[in-house]
């Protein structure tokens, strides 16, 4: 697990701080929404709760009292979303996470406590739109500590066939995390689509954010006879045939089909338990490639290592402040 390697701030104190050290944010105040389950098709109640710093993020089953951290290396299930959960709990799980997760990420929440009362997230519209909007409703603080970030040192790459996900060093050192992105799929209404973008809090608001999840229409009926997507709708989904798309209200944008996937990326690469700095390269990737990258990742202390993030002017800078042990 990542905490292993982040030693506290009192056994770094030698180590040189820098001068400016960027503080860990939460939200200023609880908010909370009550939404469908995409698969459950009943009610759920979400609450995004501030939490201490250092606390990290992490969901807590109100119904069964269980806390599961939001971290890679507790992904259970990626065939339809991202799922936590907890060993030798099965019960005390939480999918369809990536979406909240993206807008959290985005928003550089360090520190909160999900409040969820089923097993998954609420879908809300498909997208991280919703969860940008209780966040930003909620107000940010930066609340202390010192905010951390996963610098990639070594290229990482997890593939399946022609699909990958890859890591790689950044090549100025500072950035933030840069994504590049390529889909392709047999139906012309989807086709072949890329994307790269740098992620920011403005540029996820502006052109990943409400980018909606996707699905077949053919494939839709299959997975309600498999006890799934009950509460899947038009209006919760984009749901295409092989030459259009059903909903009436068509596309938010012509390529807002590469534009979630890049969104369910950051979402994804957010359960690393810190920002990443560095460039992701993904062709065809999903959650389970998605994880299993990070599992890559973190399997060699030698990909990384952990940096304070800081803030001169308007400039991000970054300073070591340990190497993994």
């Not at 030798?88 to 939480?94: E, I, S, T």
């Not at 609340?143 to 699909?163: M, Q, S, T």
């Not at 502006?206 to 209006?235: H, I, M, P, Y």
């Not at 920002?275 to 990909?303: E, P």
Request: charged content about 20%.
């Amino acid at each position: 697990m990542l905490g292993k390697y982040m030693l506290s701030l009192r056994d770094r104190a030698g180590l040189g701080l820098i001068e400016n050290p960027a503080p860990r944010r939460t939200l200023k105040s609880v908010i909370g929404c009550v939404g469908i389950g995409l698969h459950g098709g009943s009610d759920v109640r979400l609450n995004l709760r501030p939490a201490l710093a250092g606390t990290g993020i992490k969901f807590l089953r109100t119904d069964l009292n269980l806390v599961i951290p939001a971290l890679y290396d507790h992904v259970s299930d990626t065939r339809l979303c991202t799922v936590v959960s907890l060993d030798g709990k099965p019960q005390a799980r939480v999918g369809t996470i990536e979406h909240l997760m993206a807008a959290l990420a985005a928003c550089r929440i360090d520190d909160l406590i999900i409040e969820v009362d089923a097993a998954e997230i609420p879908i809300l519209d498909g997208s991280s739109a919703p969860f940008l909007f209780l966040i930003e409703s909620a107000g940010i603080v930066e609340h202390g500590g010192v905010r951390e970030v996963i610098e990639i040192l070594k290229p990482v790459r997890a593939e399946n066939g022609d699909a990958f996900a890859e890591l790689r060093p950044h090549s100025a050192f500072g950035a933030g995390l840069d994504l590049s992105l390529a889909i392709d799929f047999a139906a012309p209404v989807i086709g072949r689509q890329a994307l790269s973008l740098s992620l920011s809090e403005e540029n996820f608001a502006t052109e990943l954010a409400a980018a909606r999840t996707f699905t077949f229409a053919a494939e839709v009926e299959a997975l309600r006879q498999a006890g799934l997507a009950k509460g899947g709708s038009l209006a919760n989904a984009i749901v295409v045939t092989e030459t259009s798309v059903m909903n009436p209200e068509g596309l938010r944008w012509q390529d807002e089909f590469v534009r979630h996937k890049m969104l369910d990326v950051v979402g994804d690469l957010a359960l690393a338990g810190a920002a990443i700095a560095g460039r992701f390269i993904g062709n065809c990737t999903g959650h389970a490639l998605n994880n299993l990258l990070l599992r890559n990742l973190f399997a060699d202390a030698a990909n990384y290592r952990l940096v304070r993030q800081s803030f001169a002017g308007s400039a991000m800078h970054m300073a070591a402040a340990a190497s993994p042990v």
